[in-house]
């Protein structure tokens, strides 16, 4: 017999009863019963029940066992009888007598308990996280995030794509994040780059001649936190394709998304084709460029109605309206509890309508708007007795933003919310630059690689502000899961498209000399995308929070508590590497 195990805890069954066997695992959890101890040893495959009778020396082996210690035990297989099978395991209708025990590996005292999930907080979990690991819950997410990539393996290859590695040490290049930086010993003063993406690479591969180019591809953003993105690494699905167009590249990756969340989305249905939606419509109808298409509610423009309104609390601003239908039964609190939602999203406050049997209208507002106000908004919205209407009004973002949050909220609390699916749509028409409000500056909006939409005539006659890129995105119930965009592939457009946004050409000369030198020996029209790994499993596992889906996650701090990193140098090695340390100032 094998010197650990014959079987694993997942794999016997009523067939091998009278069997003799030997397991190994973890000890899971233990019951006292009547005198007979009971035993659930643990392993990567599941649990089986160990049974030991007073008096053996199995038992006496086996009372003094900590919790989640590490067990060789041999024994026979036997029945539980019908009126004893679990039908919650595999192995339920088992057991194991156990005769001979061994120790592999004792367990000091728990910093938390590993049968149950007690709500230990975040930090104490990532100190210990080999220990958080091996809840069902978090062994489950990890499987399942092994699973989906080998599928994404798979199934891109069988659409045609090639896998391929790109550097990891490289030039820092300006993504939109703060790179991680690496010294390098052999070049005084002179420092690596972590890459952010392997954007200007895949790009490389495409001018090489190699047509369709994917990679699951490890990532580097000095960024902070949030619910939906790790900070430090993270991984992408990096996606590249010669001679396409937008839809050539949404194409397979419509096909993969639909095919990955039909086998591993557990039942729920993947709503397909994906639509097509410009982005100002996604901003004007959802108040966001990732809309929630579970929310069966959109916003409604109502500027031009209030722009000369006698409601001064409405005139000269942006104003947007949610019509939600059938709300007749929902009492008072429903509508301020909407407010309180408002206010927690930065409104100054939620003002509100309700339609009556009559189509007479009621709420806060009803009383300052005029018969030319009701009539057009009965026609704008299409309003029926049960109808309320919620409006928020302020400068188009922060409208967009208050508006696209309350839209989601209303929809799940009146009934008008989808469970069980997954909606994808396609954000598309992206704006090629964005000014900052504070300084003025145009800059990019998104991939600074895209190709503008009218090519050099839209650089050198459009407003800025005006130029479309061949940008797009892939949302997934309110998650981006990806931007991509088909690339500037001609040197003067991509020159001319970094000045304007404030690079001269000497500047883009030299921080993307490998890529224009490239592209002045032929390039091909190429395009691509990055769906990223982790959001994909995040939405897949149904987890709120990223880190529930990644083995080893840094913190929000971008700390590893389980192995200390960041770390501090020692002179010696920081003499080495040619770097001295200036400590920032302490405030006062």
């Keep these: 017999m094998h010197r650990y195990r014959s079987h694993t805890c997942g794999e016997l069954r009523a067939s091998d009863v009278g069997t003799d066997v030997r397991l190994s695992g973890w000890l899971h959890n233990r019951r006292d019963l009547g005198g007979i101890l009971f035993i659930d040893l643990r392993d990567h495959h599941g649990i089986t029940q160990l049974v030991a009778r007073p008096g053996t020396p199995a038992y006496e082996a086996l009372d003094k066992q900590t919790k989640e210690s590490v067990l060789r035990v041999d024994g026979k297989v036997v029945s539980r009888g019908a009126e004893n099978v679990n039908t919650d395991l595999p192995t339920g209708e088992i057991e194991v007598e156990v005769s001979e025990v061994e120790v592999l590996g004792a367990a000091g005292p728990l910093p938390f308990t590993i049968n149950t999930d007690d709500g230990v907080n975040e930090e104490r979990r990532l100190e210990y996280r080999f220990l958080d690991l091996r809840r069902e819950r978090m062994h489950r997410n990890i499987m399942l995030r092994t699973a989906v990539i080998a599928a994404i393996r798979r199934k891109m290859v069988a659409l045609g794509f090639n896998e391929m590695a790109t550097p990891i040490l490289t030039a820092t290049s300006p993504e939109g994040a703060r790179d991680f930086v690496v010294p390098s010993r052999l070049n005084p003063g002179r420092f690596y780059a972590l890459p952010q993406a392997p954007q200007q690479f895949k ?66 249905h993947v709503t397909s084709p994906f639509p097509r939606i410009p982005f100002r419509e996604a901003m004007l109808k959802y108040g966001s460029d990732k809309p929630d298409l579970r929310a069966r509610l959109e916003l409604v423009d109502l500027t031009d109605v209030f722009a000369d309104s006698g409601f001064k609390a409405f005139a000269g601003k942006h104003v947007r309206a949610l019509p ?14 909407m407010g309180e939602f408002a206010v927690e999203h930065g409104a ?20 300052f708007l005029t018969e030319d106000d009701v009539k057009t908004l009965v026609d704008r919205l299409g309003l029926k007795p049960g109808h309320a209407v919620f409006f928020g009004a302020g400068d188009f973002d922060e409208v967009s933003k208050i508006m696209g ?22 954000i598309v028409d992206f704006p090629m630059y964005e000014k900052d409000e504070e300084t003025g500056k145009i800059d990019f909006s998104h ?36 931007s991509g965009a088909i690339r500037n592939h001609e040197p003067e457009i991509m020159i001319k498209a970094f000045e304007i946004a404030g690079y001269d050409r000497d500047t883009v000369e030299q921080e993307f000399a490998g890529m224009l030198r490239a592209f002045r020996f032929g390039a091909p029209p190429h395009g691509g995308i990055a769906p990223g790994v982790d959001r994909i499993v995040m939405l897949l596992a149904d987890e709120p929070n990223i880190r529930e889906t990644i083995a080893f996650p840094l913190n929000g701090n971008a700390q590893d508590l389980m192995m200390g990193a960041p770390t501090e140098l020692d002179e010696a090695r920081l003499r080495e590497l040619n770097i001295a340390l200036r400590k920032p100032v302490s405030d006062k």
Excluded at 352 to 365: C, F
């Design 203 to 268: 790009q490389l591969l495409m001018v090489s001649g190699f047509d369709r180019y994917f990679q699951i591809a490890p990532c580097f953003r000095d960024e902070d936190a949030r619910a939906d993105r790790s900070p430090g690494e993270f991984y992408q699905l990096d996606v590249e394709m010669s001679f396409v167009e937008q839809e050539d590249v949404f194409q397979p990756i419509e096909k993969l998304m639909t095919e990955l969340f039909e086998e591993f989305g557990g039942g729920r």
């Design 324 to 337: 939600v239908p059938a709300v007749q039964d929902q009492p008072r609190k429903f509508f301020d509890s």
């Design 348 to 367: 100054k406050g939620l003002a509100w309508i309700r339609v009556g049997e009559d189509m007479a209208l009621s709420g806060p507002i009803a009383k």
């Design 405 to 426: 949050a309350v839209r989601v909220e209303a929809a799940k609390r009146a009934g008008h919310f989808e469970e069980n699916v997954f909606r994808f749509c396609w």
């Design 447 to 482: 991939n600074p690689f895209s190709m503008p939409q009218g090519g050099m005539k839209d650089l050198e006659e459009k407003d800025p502000l005006d130029i479309l890129a061949w940008q797009y995105d892939i949302v997934c119930n309110g998650v981006e899961l990806s």
